[in-house]
């Protein structure tokens, strides 16, 4: 059976004045897929998930949300679309429940009982009465992915999500993206430049480098051939990264 689309690129290209930038991305991601966008700092991560969440145009291309433009139609499109772009943002002043309150402000659909079920499901519910300016970088991405999940998204589009957690966070936030896929059909789209963090978490990988897709291939194929995902990033880098320099 055939799975349902979810967020088809097509041709996504965007040249910064100093020659950086992605060239001509292609890509298809299905429901309930935890796909990895793995590439080196720099190759090209950040602008593509910019794009795809209407932070920034493209010089051409498109992005299609459930069939829908971001570009023409970006609140239709992102109306089922949790995600974390760079840093998770928050109000420094606030609380993490208050935090999550005013975040809910967005949405009607939002409870008491669910914002306390997200700061459990991240473990931050022991710290839901203190402030993000006293918190840990890693107790800022629980927070900020508390946030992205609260209104039950059905994609999840997560910039670098496990930076600044320790070995015990990425475990918890690994099986929460797990849970979330398996359980509820969550579909993520998370982009990482740690290998073997991307190998454990992710059903499906999307190599990029120097702005240009080299190749995507299901996390299970790529361990059967090349045991592990590292191998297999230097094999496509050698046999297709000698390309020119465009990364952003």
Request: charged content about 25%; aromatic content about 8%; overall charge negative.
């Amino acid at each position: 059976m055939d799975k349902e689309k979810v967020i088809e690129i097509q041709n996504l290209t965007k040249r910064y004045p100093n020659g950086r930038g992605i060239e001509d991305i292609n890509l298809e991601i299905f429901k309930g897929d935890i796909f990895g966008f793995l590439g080196p700092n720099g190759a090209g991560k950040t602008t593509a998930m910019k794009i795809m969440t209407g932070l920034i145009r493209p010089n051409r291309g498109d992005v299609k949300i459930f069939g829908t433009s971001v570009m023409e139609e970006y609140e239709k499109a992102m109306a089922s679309v949790g995600c974390i772009i760079e840093m998770a943002e928050s109000y420094p002043y606030l609380t993490a429940y208050e935090n999550l309150r005013q975040f809910a402000r967005y949405s009607s659909q939002v409870s008491r009982q669910r914002i306390e079920e997200v700061l459990e499901l991240t473990g931050m519910l022991k710290f839901k009465d203190e402030k993000p300016k006293k918190f840990s970088l890693g107790m800022k991405q629980r927070l900020g992915l508390a946030a992205a999940i609260l209104t039950h998204p059905k994609v999840v589009i997560l910039d670098e999500p496990l930076n600044g957690l320790d070995v015990e966070g990425m475990i918890d936030i690994r099986n929460l993206i797990k849970h979330l896929a398996e359980n509820e059909q969550t579909t993520f789209f998370i982009s990482s430049h740690l290998i073997h963090d991307v190998e454990l978490t992710c059903d499906r990988v999307g190599v990029i480098y120097n702005g240009r897709m080299l190749n995507v291939e299901s996390t299970e194929n790529i361990l059967r051939n090349y045991a592990t995902l590292e191998n297999y990033f230097v094999s496509e880098v050698e046999r297709n990264g000698r390309i020119p320099n465009c990364a952003g």
